[in-house]
């Protein structure tokens, strides 16, 4: 909203007010104004809810109150469009004042101080960090060949591309995860994927490694692989959720306005594909996008669902079949099924399935649901509907069936990834709406 | 006195006032082993700097919308015809109370995430007097 605007009011001299809720509104005239855009955007705010609501509550919402300013709604916009400008709005270059410095080293203190400020700075999942002095940090750093004062990317999205930060920055948050210096090759490639994605729905990641680096640091990919049973595991998948608040600089109901979050989100599902048990054929996640098998790979999934096969895979109605059923009540934006060594000897011995590839396949052939209920989810209208207004196949032709007609969502069969991990002592699954976003090298950071 | 005895009489913790914006950076940081035999622990400061973005004007305001051209720009968000709603709303309170106010409704192309300069460009050359843009959550 802020991108439009301000190319509008920058580009063509027009001046634009833009409407939106409170998190955009709050997120826009805060920290993305200070450190992004720099121009001070004139918004005027509708109330919560204003999605799927019927009209009459919309009419309501123009006739009662600005939520910015708190004066009549249609005043507000009148006056954002013609109140003139004041000396601060048509300021132009560098910014008066400065960003709050953040010196390298904090001032000493004890340690249960240290952690309440921690706390207070939002530098924490809430369980104590592991305080980075400069000798854990420096013997962090011997897990990388890496200088310490190598800029690893400008964080972009929250704050722009103007936090540039450092392999000590990320080796520092390793440390305060409870990293051991091993692992901070994994962390430091996960932290290149800067800024991972957020949203007032209910968004989440999952990390999953691919490679030998698997077994040499201690991952789990076998029994328990999704559980917080494995100290790699659990804080590799920690290290991810203090990136994301310490240097993508997510803080909630300031930058990130999540309504509910996601569970997933206290470690992000972090484990190591089962590689050693994968049948003939199955090729590990990584091997699939490309990679060497040798190579180090670090994969992130984004998504929102994550459905469990409940009780292991029966003889009556073979698996594929539950996730076809289970499947349906997914957007059809993407998939990926995790699954039990066993399912996985299931579906290629049994049923078939000689490729990852060729259960995909059948699923994105099989899986159905109606016209309406696959228009109904608001990330695939958001997302999918105007570009099927604009004639975009096939959802161009799904918008224009009958409610009630079942259409295939999940359009081809590379939509829908599998990924084996388990310990064979059940054959479960879980069918989730998670998307890989093509991999990591691990390797260039060790 | 010392500053970090007066800050522990006052119940404070020096390291607390040191990462407070106004007064971050100006707490000494003594070398950590000195720091250690006190019981105290020098830390690496995790927090990331941030640079002010560069300061851009707006457009110059209208000095009133009589007999203007206001474009008011659907993002889509949400597809499926559930944004307009609000707009559609705005257009019906100009048509009602500013009447010589003239309201073009236009949805974006792409969908709510893409840009659409071509739209941009359009309002221009069509001497749009100004835009409503919105709605986004």
Redesign the interface.
Same mark, same amino acid.
């Given at each position: 909203?802020s991108?439009?605007?301000?190319?509008?009011?920058?580009?063509?001299?027009?001046?634009?007010?833009?409407?939106?809720?409170q998190?955009?509104v709050s997120f826009g005239l805060g920290t993305n104004?200070?450190?992004?855009?720099?121009?001070?955007?004139?918004f005027v705010a509708?109330p %919560?809810p204003? +999605?799927?609501?019927p009209?009459s509550v @919309?009419?309501s919402?123009?006739a009662g109150k600005d939520m910015v300013s708190g004066q009549p709604f249609?005043r507000a916009?009148?006056d954002a @469009?013609?109140?003139?400008?004041t000396v601060d $709005?048509?300021? +132009?270059?560098?910014?008066p004042?400065?960003?709050?410095?953040?010196?390298?080293?904090?001032?000493? $203190?004890?340690?249960d101080?240290?952690q +309440? @400020?921690?706390m207070?700075?939002d530098?924490t999942d809430y369980d104590p960090v592991t305080?980075?002095?400069?000798?854990k940090?420096a013997a962090m750093l011997k897990g990388t060949a890496r200088r310490p004062d190598e800029i690893v990317k400008s964080?972009a999205g929250t704050?722009?591309s103007?936090?540039? %930060?450092t392999v000590?920055?990320v080796a520092?948050?390793a440390v305060?995860a409870g990293a051991k210096p091993e692992y901070l090759p994994v962390i430091l490639a996960l932290s290149t994927r800067v800024p991972y994605m957020d949203s007032?729905t209910s968004i989440a990641q999952m990390i999953v490694v691919n490679g030998p680096i698997r077994n040499k640091i201690g991952m789990n990919s076998g029994m328990g692989a999704l559980g917080p049973d494995n100290e790699a595991n659990s804080v590799i998948g920690r290290s991810m959720t203090?990136i994301h608040k310490?240097?993508q600089?997510y803080k909630e109901g300031v930058t990130g306005f999540a309504s509910l979050s996601n569970p997933l989100r206290y470690d992000n599902l972090c484990f190591a594909e089962n590689e050693e048990s994968l049948p003939d054929g199955w090729l590990p996640l990584h091997v699939q996008v490309g990679h060497k098998p040798t190579d180090n790979v670090v994969t992130i999934f984004t998504g929102w669902n994550f459905i469990n096969s409940t009780g292991w895979a029966a003889q009556h109605y073979a698996p594929q079949f539950l996730m076809r059923d289970y499947m349906s009540s997914l957007s059809g934006m993407g998939a990926t099924i995790i699954m039990d060594p066993s399912v996985a000897e299931l579906l290629k011995g049994a049923q078939g399935f000689d490729t990852k590839a060729a259960l995909g396949d059948w699923l994105s052939r099989n899986v159905e649901k109606t016209a309406e209920s696959y228009?109904g989810n608001?990330i695939?209208? +958001?997302?999918?509907?105007?570009?099927a207004r604009?004639g975009l196949k096939p959802y161009a032709e799904w918008l224009n069936v009958p409610a009630k007609s079942l259409i295939k969502p999940f359009a081809t069969g590379n939509s829908i990834n599998s990924v084996v991990a388990g310990g064979k002592t059940a054959s479960v699954w879980f069918a989730t709406d998670l998307r890989p976003d093509g991999g990591t090298s691990i390797d260039e950071w060790m | 006195m010392d500053r970090r005895k007066m800050l522990a009489l006052l119940g404070i913790s020096p390291a607390l006032v040191a990462a407070t914006p106004s007064f971050a950076g100006t707490a000494p940081a003594p070398a950590a082993a000195g720091c250690e035999s006190n019981g105290l622990v020098t830390v690496l400061n995790p927090a990331i700097e941030t640079k002010l973005a560069e300061r851009v004007p707006l457009a110059p305001r209208l000095s009133t919308l009589e007999g203007k051209t206001i474009y008011l720009v659907d993002t889509d968000w949400g597809g499926m015809d559930q944004n307009g709603g609000i707009l559609h709303e705005m257009q019906a309170w100009f048509a009602q109370k500013v009447p010589s106010v003239k309201t073009i409704y236009k949805i974006k192309s792409g969908n709510f995430v893409t840009d659409d300069p071509g739209l941009w460009k359009e309002i221009a050359d069509n001497h749009g007097d100004a835009v409503i843009i919105g709605v986004a959550g």
């Open positions: 909203m991108r439009e605007a301000g190319e509008i009011e920058q580009k063509y001299k027009i001046p634009t007010v833009a409407i939106a809720g998190n955009v104004f200070k450190y992004n855009t720099g121009m001070p955007i004139r509708v %919560f204003f +999605s799927g609501q009209q @919309l009419a919402y123009v249609m916009v009148v @469009l013609t109140r003139p400008r $709005d048509k300021l +132009s270059g560098p910014a004042g400065q960003a709050a410095p953040e010196p390298r080293l904090l001032a000493p $203190d004890t340690p101080n240290l +309440s @400020l921690f207070a700075r530098w305080l980075p002095t400069e000798e940090v964080a704050f722009g103007r936090r540039p %930060f000590e920055k520092t948050v305060m007032t203090l310490i240097i600089g228009w608001s695939v209208s +958001s997302m999918l509907a105007p570009l604009q | -």
